[in-house]
Protein backbone atom coordinates (compact mmCIF):
# COMPACT_ATOMS: atom_id res chain seq x y z
CA UNK A 1 0.00 0.00 0.00
CA UNK A 2 1.34 3.31 -0.75
CA UNK A 3 1.47 5.84 1.95
CA UNK A 4 1.33 9.02 0.10
CA UNK A 5 0.17 9.05 -3.37
CA UNK A 6 0.19 12.23 -5.69
CA UNK A 7 -1.45 11.93 -8.89
CA UNK A 8 -0.48 12.24 -11.82
CA UNK A 9 2.98 11.50 -12.09
CA UNK A 10 3.55 13.06 -15.10
CA UNK A 11 2.57 16.45 -16.16
CA UNK A 12 2.80 18.35 -19.19
CA UNK A 13 0.64 21.03 -20.47
CA UNK A 14 1.04 24.47 -22.34
CA UNK A 15 1.38 27.87 -20.75
CA UNK A 16 -1.22 29.78 -19.61
CA UNK A 17 -3.75 26.29 -18.57
CA UNK A 18 -4.66 25.83 -15.40
CA UNK A 19 -4.22 21.91 -13.50
CA UNK A 20 -4.08 20.42 -10.62
CA UNK A 21 -2.26 17.85 -8.80
CA UNK A 22 -3.88 15.66 -6.46
CA UNK A 23 -2.39 13.86 -3.04
CA UNK A 24 -3.09 11.34 -0.70
CA UNK A 25 -2.07 10.01 2.97
CA UNK A 26 -3.25 6.75 4.62
CA UNK A 27 -0.49 7.26 7.48
CA UNK A 28 -3.31 9.09 9.64
CA UNK A 29 -0.91 12.11 9.46
CA UNK A 30 -1.96 15.28 10.80
CA UNK A 31 0.20 17.38 8.92
CA UNK A 32 0.66 17.72 4.55
CA UNK A 33 2.98 19.42 2.89
CA UNK A 34 4.00 20.89 -0.76
CA UNK A 35 7.55 20.81 -1.97
CA UNK A 36 9.05 22.28 -5.29
CA UNK A 37 12.28 20.83 -6.70
CA UNK A 38 13.88 22.68 -9.19
CA UNK A 39 16.04 20.99 -12.19
CA UNK A 40 19.06 21.62 -9.87
CA UNK A 41 17.56 19.40 -7.12
CA UNK A 42 16.92 22.19 -4.70
CA UNK A 43 13.51 21.33 -2.76
CA UNK A 44 11.66 24.54 -1.41
CA UNK A 45 8.62 24.36 1.13
CA UNK A 46 5.38 25.67 -0.69
CA UNK A 47 2.54 25.12 1.68
CA UNK A 48 1.78 23.39 4.88
CA UNK A 49 -1.35 22.43 6.23
CA UNK A 50 -2.69 20.77 9.64
CA UNK A 51 -5.63 19.27 10.18
CA UNK A 52 -6.90 20.93 7.39
CA UNK A 53 -5.77 24.57 8.37
CA UNK A 54 -3.10 26.42 6.54
CA UNK A 55 -0.38 26.96 8.80
CA UNK A 56 2.98 27.60 6.41
CA UNK A 57 2.61 29.83 3.29
CA UNK A 58 5.88 30.66 1.77
CA UNK A 59 6.13 32.95 -0.90
CA UNK A 60 4.57 31.56 -3.26
CA UNK A 61 2.58 33.10 -6.61
CA UNK A 62 -0.99 32.96 -5.80
CA UNK A 63 -1.67 31.31 -8.97
CA UNK A 64 -1.28 28.25 -6.23
CA UNK A 65 -3.90 27.46 -4.55
CA UNK A 66 -3.47 24.18 -2.21
CA UNK A 67 -6.86 22.72 -0.57
CA UNK A 68 -7.66 20.52 2.11
CA UNK A 69 -10.55 18.89 1.80
CA UNK A 70 -9.71 16.32 4.66
CA UNK A 71 -6.57 16.12 6.96
CA UNK A 72 -5.77 13.04 4.06
CA UNK A 73 -5.91 14.87 1.21
CA UNK A 74 -4.03 17.90 -0.04
CA UNK A 75 -4.33 19.34 -3.44
CA UNK A 76 -2.76 21.52 -5.22
CA UNK A 77 -4.39 24.07 -8.17
CA UNK A 78 -2.15 26.12 -10.34
CA UNK A 79 -3.55 28.69 -12.54
CA UNK A 80 -2.33 30.62 -15.50
CA UNK A 81 0.91 27.66 -15.35
CA UNK A 82 4.32 29.24 -16.85
CA UNK A 83 7.56 28.24 -17.99
CA UNK A 84 9.12 28.64 -14.64
CA UNK A 85 6.93 26.44 -12.77
CA UNK A 86 8.23 23.16 -14.59
CA UNK A 87 9.76 21.10 -11.83
CA UNK A 88 8.87 17.87 -9.10
CA UNK A 89 6.25 18.69 -7.04
CA UNK A 90 6.72 16.59 -3.97
CA UNK A 91 3.75 16.01 -1.54
CA UNK A 92 4.53 14.57 2.13
CA UNK A 93 3.14 14.35 5.25
CA UNK A 94 3.95 14.06 9.04
CA UNK A 95 2.44 13.20 12.41
CA UNK A 96 2.12 15.74 15.09
CA UNK A 97 4.94 16.58 16.78
CA UNK A 98 8.36 18.53 15.94
CA UNK A 99 10.43 15.42 15.91
CA UNK A 100 8.28 13.52 12.95
CA UNK A 101 9.75 13.07 10.18
CA UNK A 102 8.27 13.41 6.42
CA UNK A 103 6.94 10.52 4.58
CA UNK A 104 7.16 11.59 1.05
CA UNK A 105 5.11 10.65 -2.29
CA UNK A 106 6.97 9.83 -5.71
CA UNK A 107 6.33 13.46 -7.05
CA UNK A 108 4.38 14.93 -10.22
CA UNK A 109 7.30 15.70 -12.96
CA UNK A 110 5.34 18.96 -13.93
CA UNK A 111 6.15 20.38 -17.27
CA UNK A 112 5.08 24.04 -19.26
CA UNK A 113 5.57 24.05 -22.73
CA UNK B 1 19.47 31.71 3.87
CA UNK B 2 17.79 29.54 6.29
CA UNK B 3 18.39 26.50 4.75
CA UNK B 4 21.38 23.90 5.07
CA UNK B 5 24.50 23.43 3.05
CA UNK B 6 26.09 20.13 2.30
CA UNK B 7 29.42 19.27 1.55
CA UNK B 8 30.55 18.07 -1.29
CA UNK B 9 27.77 18.39 -3.77
CA UNK B 10 29.07 15.07 -5.13
CA UNK B 11 30.90 12.37 -3.97
CA UNK B 12 32.30 9.10 -6.05
CA UNK B 13 33.59 6.48 -4.15
CA UNK B 14 34.23 2.97 -4.86
CA UNK B 15 32.27 -0.07 -2.94
CA UNK B 16 32.83 -0.92 0.43
CA UNK B 17 34.60 2.33 1.66
CA UNK B 18 32.61 4.97 3.25
CA UNK B 19 31.59 8.06 2.58
CA UNK B 20 31.10 11.16 4.77
CA UNK B 21 28.50 13.90 3.64
CA UNK B 22 28.35 17.32 5.74
CA UNK B 23 25.75 19.70 6.24
CA UNK B 24 25.99 23.00 7.53
CA UNK B 25 23.64 25.48 8.80
CA UNK B 26 23.05 29.33 10.45
CA UNK B 27 20.13 29.09 12.45
CA UNK B 28 18.71 27.60 15.77
CA UNK B 29 17.19 24.09 15.12
CA UNK B 30 15.24 21.73 17.36
CA UNK B 31 16.18 18.82 15.16
CA UNK B 32 18.21 17.49 12.07
CA UNK B 33 17.28 14.97 9.81
CA UNK B 34 18.99 13.27 6.90
CA UNK B 35 17.38 12.42 3.98
CA UNK B 36 17.79 9.75 0.46
CA UNK B 37 16.39 10.27 -2.79
CA UNK B 38 16.73 7.77 -5.21
CA UNK B 39 16.75 9.14 -8.87
CA UNK B 40 12.67 9.50 -10.00
CA UNK B 41 11.76 8.90 -6.52
CA UNK B 42 10.80 10.43 -3.60
CA UNK B 43 12.94 11.58 -0.55
CA UNK B 44 13.32 8.80 2.42
CA UNK B 45 13.51 9.61 5.90
CA UNK B 46 17.23 7.81 6.86
CA UNK B 47 17.61 9.39 10.81
CA UNK B 48 16.96 12.13 13.08
CA UNK B 49 18.84 13.79 15.58
CA UNK B 50 17.97 16.16 18.09
CA UNK B 51 19.42 19.56 18.77
CA UNK B 52 20.35 18.17 22.52
CA UNK B 53 21.96 14.77 20.57
CA UNK B 54 25.74 14.55 19.94
CA UNK B 55 25.78 11.15 18.33
CA UNK B 56 23.42 8.37 16.40
CA UNK B 57 23.26 5.24 14.66
CA UNK B 58 21.28 3.01 12.60
CA UNK B 59 22.63 0.14 11.31
CA UNK B 60 25.22 1.65 8.44
CA UNK B 61 24.43 5.13 9.46
CA UNK B 62 26.54 7.47 11.54
CA UNK B 63 25.42 11.21 12.55
CA UNK B 64 26.85 13.52 14.41
CA UNK B 65 25.79 17.01 15.39
CA UNK B 66 27.66 20.24 16.59
CA UNK B 67 25.42 22.99 17.83
CA UNK B 68 28.14 25.03 18.53
CA UNK B 69 29.32 24.96 15.07
CA UNK B 70 26.11 24.53 13.32
CA UNK B 71 27.39 21.34 11.65
CA UNK B 72 26.06 17.78 10.93
CA UNK B 73 28.26 15.18 8.87
CA UNK B 74 26.25 11.46 8.01
CA UNK B 75 28.91 8.73 7.72
CA UNK B 76 27.62 5.52 5.35
CA UNK B 77 29.44 2.92 6.14
CA UNK B 78 31.03 0.10 3.75
CA UNK B 79 29.05 1.22 1.15
CA UNK B 80 26.94 -0.63 -1.60
CA UNK B 81 25.75 0.05 -4.82
CA UNK B 82 22.35 0.99 -3.58
CA UNK B 83 23.81 3.44 -1.48
CA UNK B 84 23.89 5.49 -4.67
CA UNK B 85 21.41 8.34 -4.31
CA UNK B 86 21.03 11.90 -3.52
CA UNK B 87 21.30 12.42 0.55
CA UNK B 88 19.12 15.73 1.93
CA UNK B 89 19.95 17.37 5.74
CA UNK B 90 16.91 19.03 6.95
CA UNK B 91 16.65 21.37 9.55
CA UNK B 92 13.36 21.75 11.47
CA UNK B 93 13.39 25.27 12.91
CA UNK B 94 13.00 26.25 16.28
CA UNK B 95 11.07 29.41 15.25
CA UNK B 96 8.36 28.27 13.11
CA UNK B 97 7.83 24.53 12.06
CA UNK B 98 8.97 24.53 8.93
CA UNK B 99 11.83 21.81 7.53
CA UNK B 100 14.16 23.38 5.46
CA UNK B 101 16.18 21.27 3.04
CA UNK B 102 19.75 21.73 1.87
CA UNK B 103 20.83 21.13 -2.09
CA UNK B 104 21.98 17.92 -1.12
CA UNK B 105 25.16 15.47 -1.63
CA UNK B 106 24.86 13.65 -4.86
CA UNK B 107 26.65 10.47 -3.86
CA UNK B 108 27.99 7.85 -6.65
CA UNK B 109 28.89 3.76 -5.37
CA UNK B 110 31.37 2.91 -8.37
CA UNK B 111 31.77 -1.32 -8.44
Known amino acids: DTAVSQTPKYLVTQMGNDKSIKCEQN?????MYWYKQDSKKFLKIMFS???????INETVPNRFSPKSPDKAHLNLHINSLELGDSAVYFC????????????FGNGTRLTVT | SQQGEEDPQALSIQEGENATMNCSYK?????LQWYRQNSGRGLVHLIL?????REKHSGRLRVTLDTSKKSSSLLITASRAADTASYFC???????????FGKGTRLHILP
Open chain 2, 27 to 31: TSINN
Open chain 1, 92 to 103: ASSPAGRVSPLH
Open chain 2, 49 to 53: IRSNE
Open chain 2, 90 to 100: ALRMNRDDKII
Open chain 1, 49 to 55: YNNKELI
Open chain 1, 27 to 31: LGHDT
